[in-house]
């Protein structure tokens, strides 16, 4: 059964320092692997989402994420934090890697404080 | 173009009573999903729905909690005799075609008292 786990609850980082938010997968198979962020009181919005087309997969504000097969490792990074940043982020996998009823798995997510 | 939407925002109800959530999804999508946030459990599934097909309902926790989806559109999800634990965040998605991307409403904060 796939599974993400994320391995820090809580990360701060100075505003213009960059940001590493980690995720690890669990699969069978290559899954698709998402990161979402959610700001206070806002629903979730999709940041990026690898599908196997690229490993290095951009997505909006400037973050990235690597997949990694051989660390089983989808980690989330931005050169250089601001303070709009701070917010929630969740790593997330579908299960059954795309196929009927795309159940999103979540993680326990990773809050970022980004000081000033 | 428009989100997915969700109402109330806020619903503050007493234990024991019945409460239903609306969600209305993006125009076109076929695929609409319910999610809860807690606390305790973090983000999970409840319940899905595909076109016409019979909806996927294996995350619903108890059976006071049901949904249904009108019309293949606007979906209301039911929760009967609130308990404390029912307090959550509930979250409703759309997907185009129920493949991956899916997209959320702001949610509906409840508080059981």
């Known amino acids: 059964a796939q599974s993400v786990t994320q391995l820090d609850s809580h990360v701060s980082v100075s505003e213009g320092t960059p940001v590493l938010l980690r995720c690890n997968y669990s699969s069978s198979y290559s899954p698709s692997l998402f990161w979402y962020v959610q700001h206070p009181n806002k629903g979730l919005q999709l940041l990026l989402k690898?599908?196997?087309?690229?490993?290095l997969v951009k997505g909006i504000n400037g973050f990235e994420a690597e997949f990694k097969k051989s660390e089983t490792s989808f980690h989330l990074t931005k050169p250089s934090a601001h303070m709009s940043d701070a917010a929630e982020y969740f790593c997330?996998?579908?299960?059954f890697g795309g196929g009927a009823t795309n159940k999103l798995i979540f993680g326990t997510g990773t809050l970022l404080a980004v000081q000033p | 173009g428009a989100g997915v939407s969700q109402s109330p925002s806020n619903k503050v109800t007493e234990k024991g009573k019945d409460v239903e959530l609306r969600c209305d999804p993006i125009s076109g999508h076929t695929a609409l999903y319910w999610y809860r946030q807690s606390l305790g459990q973090g983000l999970e599934f409840l319940i899905y729905?595909?076109?016409?097909?019979?909806?996927?309902k294996s995350g619903l926790p108890s059976d006071r909690f049901s949904a249904e989806r009108t019309g293949g559109s606007v979906s209301t999800l039911t929760i009967q005799r609130t308990q404390q634990e029912d307090s959550a965040v509930y979250l409703c998605a759309s997907s185009p075609d129920g493949t991956d991307t899916q997209y959320f409403g702001p949610g509906t904060r409840l508080t059981v008292l």
């Open positions: 729905f595909q076109g016409n097909s019979a909806p996927d």
């Open positions: 690898y599908t196997s087309a690229a490993t």
């Open positions: 997330v996998v579908p299960r």
